[in-house]
């Protein structure tokens, strides 16, 4: 239900959370803290938060998006959830060596361009831990055709906005995450011709 405060709200992650959560249970069950890159409206972080309480959920996202993300921690008033990091991805100020032992990304791949989704990963290398987990939510591409009609035409709107946008393609997205030392991924089909992709890895980097 949409909340009656000028909180910012998207239809999209009231809809996805409950599929997403099922995929995070056993994905984070061993897991203590979790960075999650683009929090977008706060409502994940939230919503994965207060069912995953075992976690510390950490928010981040660029500035303008950060007083969004704190008026739906704020309200929720979780003791899991510290206040939300101000991160570019293509700017300094990331955490600390091997600070969180997973990671969460929804959504935010195909509105990156691919430089800032190679950066990203880049990143990650230094965040993450030796063993961490990574989800990642949203549609992709499978072996160069996009995998409906309704995300070839969502592929075709976010090239009209910036042509350095668009739905990335899965075997890329394991490649990048095999630099950094990550395994194939798990893939789990979604609602709406998304996918959670789950990793894990096995060491710091790759040779």
């Known amino acids: 239900m949409r909340p009656s405060t000028d909180k910012p709200f998207s239809p999209a992650c009231e809809r996805n959370q409950a599929p997403i959560l099922g995929v995070l249970r056993p994905a984070f069950a061993g897991r203590r803290r979790v960075l999650e890159v683009g929090s977008g409206t706060g409502q994940h972080a939230v919503c994965f938060a207060s069912n995953l309480p075992h976690l510390v959920w950490q928010a981040s996202d660029r500035a303008d998006y950060l007083p969004g993300i704190r008026a739906w ?5 979780l003791p899991n959830t510290p206040r939300p990091l101000e991160l570019d991805v293509m700017e300094e100020g990331w955490p600390a060596t091997a600070e969180y032992d997973a990671a969460f990304m929804a959504n935010t791949l195909h509105i990156m361009s691919w430089p800032m989704v190679e950066t990203c990963f880049r990143r990650l290398d ?5 063993d961490a987990s990574l989800v990642i939510y949203g549609p992709f591409m499978r072996q160069g055709r996009q995998t409906s009609e309704s995300n070839a035409a969502f592929d075709a709107e976010l090239k009209r906005r910036d042509p350095a946008m668009g739905i990335r393609a899965l075997e890329s997205i394991e490649a990048l995450a095999a630099a950094t030392g990550f395994g194939p991924a798990t893939v789990h089909p979604m609602p709406a ?3 959670c992709l789950v990793f894990r890895r096995t060491s710091r980097a790759a040779p």
Do not use: Q
């Open 73 to 77: 921690l704020d309200e929720a008033g």
């Open 126 to 130: 230094v965040a993450l831990a030796a």
């Open 193 to 195: 011709n998304n996918l």
